[in-house]
């Protein structure tokens, strides 16, 4: 699976809304406390040239997320933004809640796109060390409290051995319970909202070590929910792919499989958010006669100005060309995915029938489910 944060940093906006079978489980989500509907919109500092916060009609959703900061690869505190972007993180809470007061917003603080390894390096140190995970979390905490944020979100993407797995479940135990004593210790504020954003299933894949699984106790108990990476899990493919099929027969990489990993794994369902992505991912062809799933290409899409990076395509756009008489549009009934060609242009999307098979299956299961977009044209 390709490296999730590709997506998240290119997102402007989203949407939230989450099955068991397990009466402890069911007991939970009623005990828990957990948002009867969530529906949620990532923003990216990226995005201001061509989609501003003041953009954003925040009366439709109950959350939104600033994406992201990072963190100091030797003090472990939140690194602050590059200077043309601190006025956006300052004024992005009171922007939004001057269009929607009741909104939530949430920091998110992940894996830096632009130095990965070292990023997750520094990632990896911090939630070894007790005197470092208190750093982080404090100074988490002020940021958040400082820019007007309802919560905090955590990025890592991804947790590269078992080790960093128990650590994680660590820290995420310890930021909780700083949480809940930080609003206790400042009666007028609520306690931040604390949400993370994983893997697609809840045992990592085509990682150096084989044996990598979330701790389970420590999402459920610990935070208000995950978001599941349920996308972009053939970006590197030489052939045309579906990006986010609902099933795949020949392997597990498909939301269906992710979703029910987590629920078989014992997270509640109230606390497990299903991603579906409104953006496309795109590949050009090597022959256009040849334009069907597993179709040989030639190269990436070229970066476009929404995405602002090749082999991503913004919904606005996909729109677009979907207004084309040129423009081929096809649906693949056995992995419930759509996709478009035209001309040597072959595009993989979540058309609006693919949404709807997908929330289907979110209320089969009563699952939340969040949809994600390149523009906030939803």
């Known amino acids: 699976m390709e490296q999730a944060w590709f997506i998240l940093v290119l997102i402007s906006l989203i949407g939230f809304v989450s099955l068991i079978s397990a009466s402890t489980l069911e007991q939970h989500c009623v005990?828990?406390?957990?948002?009867?509907?969530?529906?949620?919109?990532?923003?990216?500092?990226?995005?201001?040239?061509y989609s501003s916060v003041s953009t954003i009609n925040a009366s439709l959703f109950t959350h939104l997320y600033y994406s992201s900061l990072s963190i100091d690869d030797t003090s472990s505190t939140v690194t602050p933004p590059l200077a043309d972007e601190s006025s956006l993180l300052a004024a992005f809470s009171s922007t939004v809640k001057s269009v929607n007061p009741s909104v939530k917003t949430i920091l998110s603080i992940g894996t830096n796109e632009y130095e990965v390894e070292s990023s997750n390096t520094a990632f990896s140190r911090m939630a070894a060390d007790k005197n470092l995970r208190t750093v982080f979390i404090n100074s988490s905490i002020e940021s958040a409290r400082a820019n007007g944020f309802d919560g905090l979100d955590l990025s890592w993407i991804f947790p590269g051995t078992q080790m960093d797995m128990e650590n994680f479940g660590v820290l995420l135990a310890e930021w909780r319970a700083r949480i809940i004593e930080e609003s206790a210790m400042n009666s007028l504020s609520d306690p931040l909202l604390l949400t993370a954003t994983l893997y697609f299933a809840n045992h990592l894949f085509d990682m150096p070590d084989s044996n990598l699984d979330y701790p389970i106790d420590d999402i459920s108990n610990n935070l208000d929910w995950a978001n599941i990476l349920t996308f972009g899990f053939h970006g590197n493919s030489?052939?045309?792919?579906?990006?986010?099929?609902?099933?795949?027969?020949?392997?597990?990489?498909?939301?269906?499989?992710?979703?029910?990993?987590?629920?078989?794994?014992?997270?509640?369902?109230?606390?497990?958010?299903?991603?579906?992505?409104?953006?496309?991912?795109?590949?050009f062809l090597k022959n256009k006669a040849k334009n069907g799933l597993g179709s040989p290409t030639a190269a990436a899409g070229t970066k476009r100005r929404k995405s602002n990076q090749t082999g991503i395509i913004a919904y606005g756009e996909i729109e677009e060309y979907l207004n084309f008489e040129s423009t081929v549009v096809a649906y693949d009934n056995q992995s419930v995915a759509e996709y478009f060609y035209n001309g040597d242009l072959w595009v993989s999307f979540d058309s609006a029938h693919v949404v709807q098979e997908k929330l289907q299956v979110c209320s089969k299961f009563s699952l939340l489910a969040w949809v994600l977009c390149l523009d906030h044209q939803l």
């Open 31 to 49: 005990d828990g406390g957990e948002p009867a509907e969530v529906r949620a919109g990532y923003w990216s500092p990226s995005s201001s040239r």
């Open 238 to 283: 030489n052939t045309t792919t579906a990006d986010a099929p609902l099933y795949d027969k020949s392997s597990h990489f498909s939301v269906s499989y992710g979703v029910i990993s987590w629920l078989d794994a014992g997270v509640p369902p109230c606390k497990l958010v299903m991603g579906i992505p409104l953006y496309g991912r795109s590949w």
